[in-house]
């Protein structure tokens, strides 16, 4: 029989007997290896991120998982298998990723989007193809949506007199559920309840257990609504309940004195159609310069007397520097006021150490509430 016959003689007898068996390889660096290497460790690789307990907004999504590459003391290549269940036991697995080749230094995933408001477990591990790494493990949590609910219009409310024309306003703090910053409250105070015809709102941080508003002056005997919201840079309330108040009606000012009499203002009156002139002569007509903010408001005064009959008054003020109390009124020292709330300074740089300087200068509007018509400034 000749070598070639012999040799398919035996290739058929192979066969017969159960076909070829391919042996696998001992050898650390071939495709396949006859079970575990031994010797070769491959160490658990840290989670890096999110790490335990971490909890995530909705709109920090998709999550991305990060591990510190493990180590090895083998010469295989090591790849990774990424895992998030719902359950510590893994159960209920949401994610699975396996295969996952080595970044430098670090391994990322990017999961698909998870169901909010709910705890995670996730673990990760490395391999060799031969030899499987240890497991590291944390959990990490998905808020619910952040939502903030509409404040309380608490104080004043069911058409109340308040005893002033600047009332506080109090809202009851809004309920909030999931990651909700910290809070601020919008407030709108209007004449009308379709808020069209705002008369004073802001904006002020949450207080504790209520947030208050201060309002600006408002008209007085009159009937105001209010209303308020609460949000944070991402989240933002409906508006709360309407209610409304009454202001204390304000004494009627005294009528304006009948022209001419009084006031000590001469030859200066016939200057009342150039106001700048005017102020500069009456302030020349003065005993001594204005030294300070009670000398300043002779000046004043006697401005407004003699633009008596143009509606000129004094302007109220009961905050802040350069006031003089006269007749039952804090006033402001250097300002002149009209019906319309519009205010003009006739005293540059008042009060002591000052220029007390004559002036006109339009000082812009304010409410009209705050004019009161010229007294004589003879009266004491």
């Given at each position: 029989?000749?070598?070639?016959?012999?040799?398919?003689?035996?290739?058929?007898?192979?066969?017969?007997?159960?076909?070829?068996?391919?042996?696998?390889?001992?050898?650390?660096?071939?495709?396949?290896?006859?079970?575990?290497?031994?010797?070769?460790?491959?160490?658990?690789?840290?989670?890096?991120?999110?790490?335990?307990?971490?909890?995530?907004?909705?709109?920090?999504?998709?999550?991305?998982?990060?591990?510190?590459?493990?180590?090895?003391?083998?010469?295989?290549?090591?790849?990774?298998?990424?895992?998030?269940?719902?359950?510590?036991?893994?159960?209920?697995?949401?994610?699975?990723?396996?295969?996952?080749?080595?970044?430098?230094?670090?391994?990322?995933?990017?999961?698909?989007?998870?169901?909010?408001?709910?705890?995670?477990?996730?673990?990760?591990?490395?391999?060799?193809?031969?030899?499987?790494?240890?497991?590291?493990?944390?959990?990490?949590?998905?808020?619910?949506?952040?939502?903030?609910?509409?404040?309380?219009?608490?104080?004043?409310?069911?058409?109340?007199?308040?005893?002033?024309?600047?009332?506080?306003?109090?809202?009851?703090?809004?309920?909030?559920?999931?990651?909700?910053?910290?809070?601020?409250y919008e407030f709108q105070v209007a004449t009308n309840q379709a808020f069209t015809a705002l008369v004073a709102a802001g904006i002020v941080n949450e207080g504790s257990g209520h947030t208050a508003f201060n309002s600006s002056p408002l008209a007085g005997g009159t009937t105001f609504f209010w209303r308020v919201r609460a949000?944070?840079?991402?989240?933002?309330?409906?508006?709360?309940?309407?209610?409304?108040?009454?202001?204390?009606?304000?004494?009627?000012?005294?009528?304006?004195?009948?022209?001419?009499?009084?006031?000590?203002?001469?030859?200066?009156?016939?200057?009342?159609d150039q106001p700048e002139q005017l102020v500069k002569c009456i302030h020349a007509s003065m005993p001594s310069p204005p030294r300070n903010e009670v000398e300043a408001f002779e000046v004043t005064k006697r401005v407004a007397w003699a633009l008596r009959n143009k509606g000129g008054g004094l302007l109220i003020k009961n905050?802040?520097?350069?006031?003089?109390?006269?007749?039952?009124?804090?006033?402001?020292?250097?300002?002149?006021?009209?019906?319309?709330?519009?205010?003009?300074?006739?005293?540059?740089?008042?009060?002591?150490?000052?220029?007390?300087?004559?002036?006109?200068?339009?000082?812009?509007?304010?409410?009209?509430?705050?004019?009161?018509?010229?007294?004589?400034?003879?009266?004491?």
């Amino acid at each position: 029989m000749t070598p070639r016959v012999l040799k398919l003689t035996c290739g058929l007898l192979l066969l017969a007997l159960g076909g070829c068996q391919t042996s696998k390889s001992s050898s650390p660096t071939a495709p396949t290896v006859a079970g575990p290497i031994p010797g070769v460790t491959i160490s658990a690789p840290v989670l890096l991120q999110p790490s335990q307990g971490f909890k995530f907004k909705e709109s920090e999504q998709p999550i991305k998982l990060v591990v510190q590459n493990a180590t090895t003391n083998g010469v295989r290549a090591l790849s990774y298998t990424f895992e998030v269940a719902a359950d510590t036991a893994f159960n209920t697995k949401v994610f699975s990723r396996s295969s996952v080749p080595p970044g430098d230094g670090k391994t990322t995933v990017t999961l698909d989007r998870l169901e909010i408001g709910r705890t995670y477990y996730w673990r990760a591990w490395a391999e060799d193809g031969a030899n499987t790494g240890a497991t590291s493990t944390a959990g990490f949590e998905i808020y619910p949506k952040a939502s903030v609910g509409a404040p309380t219009a608490a104080s004043p409310a069911n058409n109340e007199q308040v005893a002033t024309v600047t009332p506080t306003i109090i809202a009851g703090n809004a309920v909030t559920a999931g990651p909700v910053g910290f809070l601020s409250y919008e407030f709108q105070v209007a004449t009308n309840q379709a808020f069209t015809a705002l008369v004073a709102a802001g904006i002020v941080n949450e207080g504790s257990g209520h947030t208050a508003f201060n309002s600006s002056p408002l008209a007085g005997g009159t009937t105001f609504f209010w209303r308020v919201r609460a949000g944070d840079s991402e989240s933002i309330s409906a508006w709360s309940n309407v209610q409304t108040f009454r202001t204390t009606p304000t004494a009627p000012p005294p009528p304006p004195p009948p022209p001419g009499g009084g006031g000590g203002t001469g030859s200066c009156d016939a200057l009342v159609d150039q106001p700048e002139q005017l102020v500069k002569c009456i302030h020349a007509s003065m005993p001594s310069p204005p030294r300070n903010e009670v000398e300043a408001f002779e000046v004043t005064k006697r401005v407004a007397w003699a633009l008596r009959n143009k509606g000129g008054g004094l302007l109220i003020k009961n905050g802040g520097e350069n006031i003089v109390s006269w007749q039952g009124y804090s006033f402001s020292a250097s300002r002149v006021c009209f019906p319309d709330g519009h205010i003009y300074k006739v005293i540059s740089d008042a009060g002591p150490g000052g220029a007390n300087g004559p002036t006109w200068s339009d000082n812009d509007f304010v409410d009209r509430a705050l004019y009161v018509p010229a007294i004589d400034p003879s009266k004491r």
